[in-house]
């Protein structure tokens, strides 16, 4: 079975901070796509940014930026200059056969 | 344009009844998908729809969870009897194509005691 894992259970950031959360994964597709999803306390889960199995850029959407290498099977979640509404759980998710999600990370940002 | 809507938002329910999960997708999605969160775990996928059609059901657990599309529209997730273990959030989610991004509901709670 394919095995995400995301080392951080658990961080704290001062805002205004940037942040990077970890994710690598075990696989052996050779073309997927890379989600990254955050769940605040409220419970929805909310899409933050993919990139494609060739999209050969970094993916980047506001202060959201994934630094993805195929070659290591990791896809790293920066994002800059952390707010007050960044605290959340946050989940990477390979486009494998099916979505499939890591342990995620519970991120809390300090005032 | 609606996001994807749950029913119930929360399900209290005694181990050995029925509860029904219900998913309403965004309008003109073909592939629906289920997960579940199990206390504690990650977040696991259930089952893949497209239109009224069973893509891919490798994860559910067992035979007492049932989950139908009729007409290619809403979904329903059936479990019975539930079992203490069924305890969790379950998250329906929908995409236009499979390659696209999925936009999750807001998750079903479901506490089996």
């Known amino acids: 079975a394919q095995k995400i894992t995301q080392t951080q259970p658990g961080m704290f950031v001062q805002e205004k901070e940037a942040v990077t959360l970890d994710c690598t994964y075990d696989?052996?597709?050779?073309?997927?796509?890379l989600f990254w999803y955050k769940q605040p306390s409220s419970g929805e889960m909310i899409f933050l940014i993919y990139?494609?199995?060739?999209?050969?850029q970094n993916a980047t959407e506001g202060r959201y930026s994934l630094n993805f290498q195929k070659a290591r099977k990791s896809a790293n979640l920066v994002i800059s200059a952390s707010q007050l509404g960044d605290s959340a759980m946050y989940f990477c998710?390979?486009?494998?056969?099916?979505?499939?999600f890591g342990t995620g990370t519970r991120l809390t940002i300090i005032p | 344009e609606a996001g994807v809507t749950q029913f119930p938002s929360h399900s209290v329910i005694e181990k050995g009844q029925t509860v029904t999960l219900r998913c309403d997708p965004i309008s003109g999605h073909d592939n629906l998908y289920w997960y579940r969160r199990v206390m504690g775990k990650e977040i696991k996928f259930l089952l893949h729809?497209?239109?009224?059609?069973?893509?891919?059901e490798s994860g559910m657990p067992n035979n007492r969870f049932l989950a139908e599309r009729t007409g290619g529209t809403y979904s329903t997730l059936k479990v019975q009897p539930a079992e203490l273990e069924d305890s969790g959030v379950y998250f329906c989610?929908?995409?236009?194509?499979?390659?696209?991004?999925?936009?999750f509901g807001p998750g079903t709670r479901l506490t089996v005691t």
């Open positions: 998710a390979p486009d494998l056969e099916k979505l499939t």
């Open positions: 696989t052996s597709d050779q073309s997927y796509g």
């Open positions: 990139q494609g199995s060739y999209d050969e």
């Open positions: 989610a929908s995409s236009p194509d499979r390659a696209y991004e999925q936009y």
């Open positions: 729809f497209v239109k009224e059609s069973k893509q891919d």
